[in-house]
C-alpha cells in the first residue's frame, strides 16, 4: 500500500434504494494519519457511507477505494487493515474481558502466543482495563465497555480506525478519557474515520469534515474553515423570551443576523459591542455572549427543524 497516497478516495460514490437516494453522487478524499468526520442529521447518508467503505453495503454507481484497493474486489484484503467501533457496543458478556479481545483475534487469523497476549496486555492498559481483565463485560460501566470495544478494534493494529458515534449515551467523564485515547491513537499515525451528534466532540478530534444532508456533502473543511466559512464571529443566546420581547430585540438590535426557535433567540454577528451595549439595559433579561462553533454551521446549513 501506498502510504503517500489518501486511505480512502470516492468519487461520485451513491446508493440508492429504489427511488429512495440514500447517497447522492459524493466526492470525498480522506488522508492518512488524520481524524476525518461525518456529520449530518438522521437519514443525511453517514452510516450508509459507512457501510459502503466497509463493504457491507454495495454501491449503486460511482467508485470508491480504500488503501488504493477498489471495492467490492478487494473487500477481503481491506478489512484486514481496518478497525471498527460499532454505535452499539456488542461485547459478548458470557466473555470476561480478555476473552472478548481473545476471541476478536481469531477472526483475524492472529495465533494465540506470548506475542498476542503482549498485546492484548498493551491494548487492556490503552484502554485503563487491566485491572478489570478477568470481569465479565456485564459487570462493566458504559464507559468501560466502550473502551474496551475501542481496544477490541485495536487486535489487528489497524491502519484505519472506522468509529460510529463512538461515545453516544456516555457521561461527560467517560467521554473525555476515550477522547484522549482517540487523540493518541492519532497521534501514533492511525487515520479516524469519525460521524458523531456531539458537535463538540467533532471540533475537538477533528482535523477535517464533512457536513452531509439528505445525501449531499453540504461543505468539507477543518471546524475552524468551516466556522469562518459560514458564520459570524460571534454569537448572542437570549432564552426564555415571550414573543414581545422577541420582537422588540428584533426591532432594537441592529447589524446582526438574528434567528429565532421559540422563546430563544440567536444574534449572529461581527462586532458584538452595540448589541450587548443595548441588552444590559434591558432589565431582567438574560443572555449570554459566546465565539460561534461548529454547532452553529451545523444549524445554518441543515436547519433547525427536528429530525426522527
Not at 491513537?185 to 475537538?204: C, F, S, V
Not at 422588540?248 to 454577528?269: A, F, P, Q, W
Not at 432589565?283 to 429530525?307: I, Q, W
Request: charged residues 25%; aromatic residues 6%; negative net charge.
Amino acid at each position: 500500500m501506498n502510504t503517500n497516497s489518501p486511505i480512502i478516495t470516492a468519487k461520485q460514490l451513491q446508493k440508492h434504494y429504489g427511488d429512495y437516494v440514500a447517497v447522492d453522487a459524493i466526492d470525498f478524499t480522506i488522508p492518512r494519519g488524520k481524524c476525518f468526520g461525518f456529520l449530518g442529521p438522521n437519514g443525511a447518508g453517514k452510516t450508509t457511507t459507512l457501510r459502503m467503505i466497509l463493504g457491507l453495503t454495495p454501491f449503486s454507481s460511482g467508485s470508491l477505494s480504500v488503501f488504493g484497493l477498489p471495492i467490492p474486489e478487494r473487500c477481503r484484503d481491506i478489512r484486514a487493515h481496518i478497525g471498527t467501533v460499532p454505535q452499539a457496543d456488542n461485547l459478548d458478556p458470557d466473555f470476561t474481558v480478555v476473552e472478548n479481545l481473545r476471541m476478536y483475534a481469531r477472526y483475524f487469523g492472529l495465533k494465540f502466543n506470548a506475542e498476542l497476549e503482549q498485546h492484548i496486555d498493551k491494548l487492556l492498559a490503552f484502554a485503563a482495563l487491566s485491572e478489570r481483565r478477568n470481569a465479565r463485560t456485564d459487570t462493566l460501566s458504559g464507559g468501560m465497555q466502550r473502551r474496551l470495544t475501542i481496544a477490541r478494534a485495536l487486535i489487528n493494529d489497524p491502519d484505519l480506525i472506522i468509529l460510529d458515534e463512538p461515545t453516544t449515551g456516555l457521561d461527560p467523564q467517560a467521554r473525555h478519557v476515550i477522547w484522549s485515547r482517540l487523540n493518541e491513537l492519532r497521534d501514533q499515525g492511525k487515520t479516524l474515520l469519525l460521524t458523531t451528534h456531539y458537535m463538540e466532540e467533532a471540533e475537538r478530534l477533528c482535523d477535517e469534515l464533512v457536513i452531509m444532508d439528505h445525501g449531499r456533502i453540504l461543505d468539507q473543511g477543518s471546524p475552524s474553515e468551516l466556522i469562518k466559512r459560514h458564520v459570524e464571529p460571534e454569537v448572542i443566546e437570549l432564552r426564555g423570551c415571550d414573543s414581545r420581547t422577541i420582537d422588540t430585540i428584533r426591532n432594537n438590535v441592529t447589524e446582526c443576523r438574528v434567528e429565532d426557535l421559540g422563546n430563544s433567540l440567536y444574534c449572529y454577528t461581527h462586532d458584538s459591542g452595540p448589541q450587548l451595549e443595548y441588552l444590559r439595559t434591558q432589565h431582567g433579561l438574560t443572555f449570554m455572549h459566546r465565539p460561534a462553533s461548529l454547532e452553529d454551521v451545523f444549524l445554518k446549513l441543515t436547519g433547525r427543524e427536528l429530525r426522527d
